[in-house]
T-cell receptor, first 116, second 111 residues
Framework: DAGVTQSPTHLIKTRGQQVTLRCSPI?????VSWYQQVLGQGPQFIFQ???????GRGNFPDRFSARQFPNYSSELNVNALLLGDSALYLC???????????????FGSGTRLTVV | GEDVEQSLFLSVREGDSSVINCTYT??????LYWYKQEPGAGLQLLTY?????DMKQDQRLTVLLNKKDKHLSLRIADTQTGDSAIYFC???????????FGTGTRLQVFP
């Protein structure tokens, strides 16, 4: 079985531009979460979607948005990019909506976004 | 608060045991996890422990939890060069949707 797949793997954008990152969860997983990992730090929670509904949102500005599609894949959009948005963006999927019963999510390899 | 803290760096000789430590602040944490991240890769779940447990052993990995002191540790027995990576502890809280990660500990194993 394929794991969590993310695309693209690397991306370079200019300040002020918009970017869309994509994630396909493990087959059968209905929950997708997004995390931002700035170099040298631990991942920070951005969003969680379950059954196409937003279930949680981290402390990120409104420039960040996401959605989940009927096939449970997800997109993360970031508008008006800033240099500080440069990071590894990780997607994680699970079968349940609650982390406490998930025994941890399964993470993808991430999309490396560089804003210049 | 949501701080989860780890020491930044650990260096051990191949064959020795490694102990990576983590402290967290929220007593409502339900599960605590250890993830491994190799260069250019995502996060790999190594093991987890429920907050009402003191210890969990899984092959070369031993997790110890001191809930009173909010201290979590990961012991890797017979550390190998392939164990070189960044290790993150993370917590989840009852009925929430997110994992809260520590800053990560870079483990370097030398021959």
């Amino acid at each position: 079985d394929a794991g969590v797949t993310q695309s693209p793997t690397h991306l370079i954008k200019t300040r002020g531009q918009q970017v869309t990152l994509r994630c396909s969860p493990i087959s059968g997983h209905k929950s997708v979460s997004w995390y931002q990992q700035v170099l040298g730090q631990g991942p920070q929670f951005i969003f969680q979607y379950y059954e196409k509904e937003e279930r949680g949102r981290g402390n990120f500005p409104d420039r960040f948005s996401a959605r989940q599609f009927p096939n449970y894949s997800s997109e993360l959009n970031v508008n008006a990019l800033l240099l500080g948005d440069s990071a590894l963006y990780l997607c994680a999927s699970s079968s349940s909506s609650i982390a406490a019963v998930n025994y941890g999510y399964t993470f993808g390899s991430g999309t490396r976004l560089t804003v210049v | 608060g949501e701080d989860v803290e780890q020491s930044l760096f650990l260096s051990v000789r191949e064959g020795d045991s490694s102990v990576i430590n983590c402290t967290y602040t929220d007593s409502s944490s339900t599960y605590l996890y250890w993830y491994k991240q190799e260069p250019g890769a995502g996060l790999q779940l190594l093991t987890y422990i429920f907050s009402n447990m003191d210890m969990k052993q899984d092959q070369r990995l031993t997790v110890l939890l001191n809930k009173k002191d909010k201290h979590l540790s990961l012991r890797i027995a017979d550390t190998q060069t392939g164990d070189s990576a960044i290790y993150f502890c993370a917590e989840s809280r009852y009925n929430t949707d997110k994992l809260i990660f520590g800053t990560g500990t870079r483990l370097q194993v030398f021959p």
